[in-house]
Every structure is written in structure tokens, then in C-alpha cells.
């Protein structure tokens, strides 16, 4: 079945280490993206990639990097920079820039700083 | 700049009754309008689109909206709620030229259903 997979689903990082979440997606499509959500809070977008080899801050990109080498996989590293990392982060991925199509979302991965 | 706001974070109805979460819109262009659903610690889910098409929209588990561009209303019906349908949903809007995300995308706050048995 096509879809997004999300790891870790869990993860515990002891502050001032580097975290690194996996995102891979077999459906195709050339737009990933990540979303950080907080209680209460909505999505917050932290970066995003049209197309590999490229990507874009989001919102609160400040703390956090990625790299896209290939179309299916868009990784996400939590940086020690990154003052509040305790959250639930969320891929997505679109069959184009978002705009008027649907996003296609993992199952996300809970992050907690000890 | 565009926003949205879901005007409760709370809902909580008895099974079988009625269900509407209520969602407004600000944008200064025509834009495209979603509700996602979040089941507990999982990602979201999209239940249904309006993209200027018919503004009755339907969607999947029964549920329905219906844009009101004089009232920059976008709510979210359901005839009959489930136990299934306990979730967090969330309106979002997208328009490239309003602002709003990055990716053109701002997403409402949430609003919790909680269905009584």
C-alpha cells in the first residue's frame, strides 16, 4: 500500500544532542513536508521541498535542518539550537505545492527531551 | 493575510445527535478551504476539499460543509455522530497569495469532538 512512514514513533533525546526523524514516501509525489504540532497549537511548518535537492524554511525553521537527496526520502534533524524541541512532529507529502491539492500525512513522531 | 479560526476547542455530543464544528475564514483572494481529521497520536486525514466547485461539499464518514463566502464560514455537519468520529479536526485554508504559511497553508487551532455514549 502507498503511504508515508514516519521513525521513530517515539524518541527520547537528552538535551544537547542531535536527533535525526526519518520520512519516506512511496506515493510519488514531489512535495514533502514537516509540521510541528504543539496542544493546542495547530501545525506549524518547519520546512518543506518541492524537489529534490531543494527546500524551503517554514515558519519556524530556527533549530532544525533537512535534506532532500531522493524524491521518496525527506529527513529532519532536530538540532541542539533547537530550544523547545518537545513536540509531535508530523511528514506530509502532495502530488504538488500545496495550493489545491490534498496533503498526505504520516503517523508522526513524538519527540521528548529528558 | 489570510487566517482561520475555529470558534470551539471543545465539542462534546451524544451519539446519534447532530455534530458541527464551526470554522471562519479571513483570505483576500478565492481560496481553497479543507477539514483533516487526527485521531489520538496519529496524522491527519483529510475529510473533505471545497476548491470553488459547489459549495455543498461531502466528504467521507458522512460528513459535510458548506462554504458561505457572505459569512467566510466554512463549517463542518455530520447528521448522526459516532463513537468513531471522537477525534480532533482541524479547517485549514490555502492560498498561495494571501500569506498565511509559507507553503501558502494556515491550519485553525483544532477543535476537540467528544462524543458521549
Known amino acids: 500500500d502507498g503511504g508515508i512512514t514516519q521513525s521513530p514513533k517515539y524518541l527520547f533525546r537528552k538535551e544537547g544532542q542531535n536527533v535525526t526523524l526519518s520520512c519516506e514516501q512511496n506515493?510519488?509525489?514531489?512535495?514533502m513536508y514537516w509540521y510541528r504540532q504543539d496542544p493546542g497549537q495547530g501545525l506549524r511548518l518547519i520546512y518543506y521541498s518541492q524537489i529534490v535537492n531543494d527546500f524551503q524554511k517554514g515558519d519556524i525553521a530556527e533549530g532544525y535542518s533537512v535534506s532532500r537527496e531522493k524524491k521518496e526520502s525527506f529527513p529532519l534533524t532536530v538540532t541542539s539550537a533547537q530550544k523547545n524541541p518537545t513536540a509531535f512532529y508530523l511528514c506530509?507529502?502532495?502530488?504538488?505545492?500545496?495550493?489545491?491539492?490534498?496533503?498526505?500525512f504520516g503517523e508522526g513522531s513524538r519527540l521528548t527531551v529528558l | 493575510a489570510q487566517s482561520v479560526t475555529q470558534l470551539d476547542s471543545h465539542v462534546s455530543v451524544s451519539e446519534g445527535t447532530p455534530v458541527l464544528l464551526r470554522c471562519n475564514y479571513s483570505s483576500s483572494y478565492s481560496p481553497s478551504l479543507f477539514w483533516y481529521v487526527q485521531h489520538p497520536n496519529k496524522g491527519l486525514q483529510l475529510l473533505l476539499k471545497y476548491t470553488s466547485a459547489a459549495t455543498l461539499v461531502k466528504g467521507i464518514n458522512g460528513f459535510e460543509a458548506e462554504f458561505k463566502k457572505s459569512e467566510t464560514s466554512f463549517h463542518l455537519t455530520k447528521p448522526s455522530a459516532h463513537m468513531s468520529d471522537a477525534a480532533e479536526y482541524f479547517c485549514v485554508v490555502s492560498d498561495l497569495y494571501s500569506g498565511g504559511g509559507a507553503d501558502g497553508l494556515t491550519f485553525g487551532k483544532g477543535t476537540h469532538l467528544i462524543i458521549q455514549p
Open positions: 506515493l510519488n509525489h514531489d512535495a
Open positions: 506530509a507529502s502532495s502530488l504538488q505545492r500545496e495550493g489545491a491539492g490534498e496533503l498526505f
